[in-house]
C-alpha cells in the first residue's frame, strides 16, 4: 500500500520530535539551593568561631573530698567560653595545683576557682578546727583519709559505771590531716566540727574521754 503525500508529511522522525522537547525550568530549586548551600556555610564559619573562642580550664577529673591532697589523677581541663562572671584556673596553671589541700568537697567534673585550694585548710564559717589526741584503742587502725567524715563519740572517765542509758555525746568532724606525736603512742587528729561544738570537744580530748569512729556510708 503506497503511502500518500499527506501520510508522510504526518511523520515526523522520533529524534526530530525529541529535539523539539524543551526541558521544563524549575527557578525555585536553583534558588531554594542557594540557600541552603549559604546556609551551611554560615553554619560552619559559626562552630569555627566558637570552637576558637574557648579556652581549658581546671575541672575535677573525679570526686576530690575536701582536705585531700590534690594529685595530677584528681584533675582535667575543658573548653569553655570566656565570661567575665566565671571564675576559673587556666588549664595551663594545672600543674602547679597538685599538691595543695582542697578546701571544698569538689565533686566529678566541677570547676577548680580561685581559692579552693591551698597550702591547708581552712574551717568555713559556722565551723572550727580542732586537734583531738587519740591513743590507737580509741580510733580504727589502718590510718585516717583527709576529707572522711566522722564521728567522736565520749567515753566514760577510767573507773567509771558504765550503764546503757548513760549519755554518749556523738559529735561528727571531717578529718584534715593526721599526725603521729614521736615517741608517744599519740596520733593527733585535726578535725574541722561546728564551732559551738568545738569547746566540748578539746575538753573530751584533753581528759582522754574521746574516741573516734568511722561509720559506714
Known amino acids: 500500500m503506497k503511502k500518500t503525500p499527506a501520510d508522510t508529511k504526518a511523520e515526523v522522525p522520533q529524534d526530530v520530535a525529541l529535539t523539539h522537547v524543551k526541558p521544563r525550568r524549575r527557578p525555585w530549586l536553583w534558588g531554594l539551593s542557594a540557600l541552603l548551600i549559604a546556609l551551611g556555610a554560615l553554619l560552619a564559619g559559626t562552630v569555627v568561631n566558637m570552637v576558637k573562642d574557648t579556652v581549658p580550664v581546671v575541672v575535677a577529673a573525679r570526686d576530690v573530698p575536701r582536705g585531700a591532697q590534690l594529685t595530677a589523677e584528681d584533675l582535667t581541663t575543658v573548653d569553655v567560653h570566656p565570661d567575665p562572671a566565671l571564675r576559673t584556673v587556666p588549664g595551663a596553671d594545672m600543674a602547679g595545683l597538685v ?36 591513743t590507737p584503742p580509741q580510733m580504727p587502725a589502718g590510718g585516717l583519709k583527709p576529707g572522711q567524715i566522722v564521728q567522736l563519740i565520749s567515753t566514760p572517765r577510767q573507773g567509771d559505771d558504765v550503764t546503757t542509758d548513760s549519755p554518749v555525746i556523738d559529735v561528727e568532724a571531717v578529718i584534715v590531716t593526721t599526725e603521729v606525736v614521736v615517741d608517744t603512742n599519740l596520733t593527733v587528729v585535726n578535725v574541722t566540727v ?21 561509720k559506714g556510708i
Do not use: K
Not at 599538691?99 to 568555713?124: H, K, M, N
Open 99 to 134: 599538691g595543695e589541700t582542697v578546701r571544698v568537697d569538689l565533686p566529678q567534673g566541677a570547676l577548680v576557682v580561685p581559692g579552693s585550694t591551698g597550702e591547708e585548710i581552712a574551717p568555713v564559717e559556722g565551723q572550727a578546727l580542732v586537734g583531738v589526741a587519740l
Open 194 to 214: 561546728d564551732a559551738a561544738q568545738a569547746p566540748l570537744v578539746a575538753t573530751l580530748s584533753a581528759t582522754g574521754r574521746l574516741a573516734l569512729i568511722v
